[in-house]
């Protein structure tokens, strides 16, 4: 884990002369996102206030078009706001250069995709191996992308292609390799949308694991409303406005209690 991007304990050699509350890992406060389309404005969020801890596994939830991919994509500083701050372990990067952002998607975030998104010509250790050099911690241990794929249950898949795996397979490298990178928050759009309810099913357990194993923070975009009873937390929006952010109505229920 990046010690930047971690919350600091006031009093910490790190931590600001006047020592406040302790930092959120991430912190949106006050966020619209709009686009000019033509002579008039589309506003694809609003008055998002949001604050994400280590080790959350949070769904965000809501209809096409309220706004989902554009709140991922600017907690992982793929685009700015509008309006608003974005806050990561203390640090206001919406001002930040384009380098800093750069040094915060590389080592702040990591994505999975809808459609994996692997890299074709790569094997399943390669593309994970990219996980790790893209993140390039130091002193990082050169068998921990094999391990990865081993949690993931792919250990006896590590020299096949994409194109010879399954679906299911395809995502749990996607998640491998996000995981190999070691950054504390996993962004993951419609993660289960191409997959069958059983794949869809496996793939959200192994998320779910990562955030009592390695403490990662994990956000789970979808339109389904059933994958939001395993959350911790439910953020759901419409017309780009939050208007829930909570535990799941109804309480928690184990991945194996879904059905869709
Ligand atoms: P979701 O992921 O929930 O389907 P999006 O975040 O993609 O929603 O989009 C939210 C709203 O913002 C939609 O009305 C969409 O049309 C609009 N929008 C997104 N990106 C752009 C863009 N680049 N230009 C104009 N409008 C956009
Ligand atoms: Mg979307």
Redo the contacts with the bound molecule.
């Keep these: 884990m990046d010690a930047s991007l971690r919350p600091q304990a006031p009093g910490s050699p790190a931590a600001p002369v006047a020592p406040g509350p302790a930092h959120h890992l991430i912190e949106l406060s006050g966020v619209a996102r709009r ?1 000019r ?1 033509g002579e008039s404005i ?4 609003e008055r998002v206030d949001l604050a994400i801890e280590e080790g959350e596994f949070i769904v965000v939830l ?10 991922l ?1 600017l907690i992982g500083a793929l685009d700015s706001p509008t309006e608003g701050r974005i806050v990561v372990g203390g640090r206001d990067i919406t001002g930040a250069s384009r380098a800093e952002l750069s040094a915060f998607r590389r080592r702040g975030v990591s994505f999975i995709f809808q459609t994996f998104n692997l890299f074709p010509g790569l094997s399943a250790l390669e593309n994970v191996q990219f996980g790790a050099d893209v993140a390039d911690r130091p002193g990082r241990d050169p068998h921990a992308p094999a391990r990865m794929l081993e949690r993931v249950g792919l250990g006896s898949r590590m020299a096949h292609f994409p194109h010879e795996l399954s679906g299911g397979e395809q995502q749990r490298v996607a998640i491998a390799r996000a995981l190999a990178t070691g950054n504390p928050v996993m962004l993951a ?1 419609e993660p289960t949308g191409e997959l069958d309810f059983t794949t869809g099913v496996q793939i959200l357990e192994l998320l779910h694991d990562q955030t009592h194993t390695s403490g990662t923070a994990v956000l789970i ?1 979808t ?1 389904n409303r059933e994958i939001s009873r395993v959350a911790d937390r439910v953020i759901e ?1 419409s017309s ?1 406005r939050i208007v829930r952010d909570g535990a799941p109505s109804g309480g928690r229920v184990p991945v194996s209690d879904l059905r869709w």
Aim: aromatic share 4%.
């Design positions: 686009y389309v589309v506003s694809a969020l809501g209809p096409s078009g309220s706004g989902k991919t554009t709140l994509n759009d975009v339109h929006l780009g």
